[in-house]
């Protein structure tokens, strides 16, 4: 290459090497030189020592292309990652850190670890997940087969009285709105009495179906052995059948 020596370089060290050209050609002030590449004085004279001597290879950094004193070996990886794809493949990055530190004596960051199982393809990142594809519900069929019921607390009549609950009852079928009753709050009683005022109106649904709120599901079935709460037990005794759905988005249905 005609005697010359190919020198990698970033962009902050090139203005780093225009700057001290100018300095030791007279075109700019020591202090200048510190104040545009943000060193001390004392930096700038060192810098144009080691130009002198060395040309501006002296400028770039002596670690460029060199492995890090805090890498850890190919060998270390290799035995991890092994292990990994062969116990605990459907581990997550955390969990897996765990168990090659308790199991295996392989003490590593739990970030070394996520990064290794993801360039392993052992690991995909959730925002590089493709989305869950949920099949729509299909409506019922007839009026009153199926109703929604649900509540909203909001400040419904803004200002003019305290804020409140809106229990809604909506035909799965038509998706007419069948229902409409306020309370103070969402509880047991509240719903027993927008029920009734349904059943005297509307007559029996044959179910109704909400979300996973106390009054519905018990939250406390392991500890008490009752999954069925007061409201699925009065809907029972009327032949009503209850269903709860796993999400928001699920008591949605194809149009």
């Known amino acids: ?64 292309g060199r492995p890090s004193n805090r890498e850890l070996s190919i060998d270390l990886r290799a035995r991890a990652m092994a292990l990994v794809r062969e116990r605990y493949t459907d581990f997550g990055p955390t969990l897996a850190c765990e168990k090659l530190a308790e199991c295996h004596g392989i003490a590593l960051a739990k970030e070394t670890v996520r990064r290794w199982m ?23 069929a007839c009026l009153g087969e199926l109703v929604q019921i649900d509540g909203s607390d909001h400040r419904w009549f803004e200002e003019r009285a305290p804020a409140c609950t809106l229990l809604v009852y909506v ?51 392991p500890e008490t052995g009752r999954s069925v709460t007061h409201f699925g037990r009065a809907m029972y005794e009327l032949n009503i059948d209850t269903f709860c759905a796993n999400s928001s988005s699920a008591k949605g249905c194809a149009a």
């Not at 030791?24 to 060193?39: M, P, S, V, Y």
């Open 1 to 64: 290459m005609n005697g010359r020596e190919l020198i990698t370089a970033s962009m902050r060290e090139l203005e780093r090497v225009k700057v001290i050209e100018a300095v030791i050609e007279g075109r700019l002030r020591c202090f200048q030189a510190a104040e545009r590449l943000q060193l001390s004085e004392r930096q700038i004279s060192r810098l144009c020592r080691r130009y002198e001597a060395c040309g501006p290879a002296g400028l770039v950094s002596a670690r460029r």
């Open 118 to 140: 993801r360039d392993a393809g052992l690991w995909i990142p959730r925002a590089q997940r493709p989305p869950k594809v949920y099949q729509p519900r299909a409506r019922r």
């Open 171 to 221: 035909d799965d079928a038509t998706s007419r709105i069948m229902h409409l009753h306020f309370t103070q709050t969402e509880s047991t009683f509240s719903y027993f009495e927008a029920t009734r005022a349904y059943l005297e109106r509307h007559g029996k649904p044959v179910a109704l179906y909400s979300d996973k709120a106390s009054v519905f599901r018990s939250v406390r079935a």
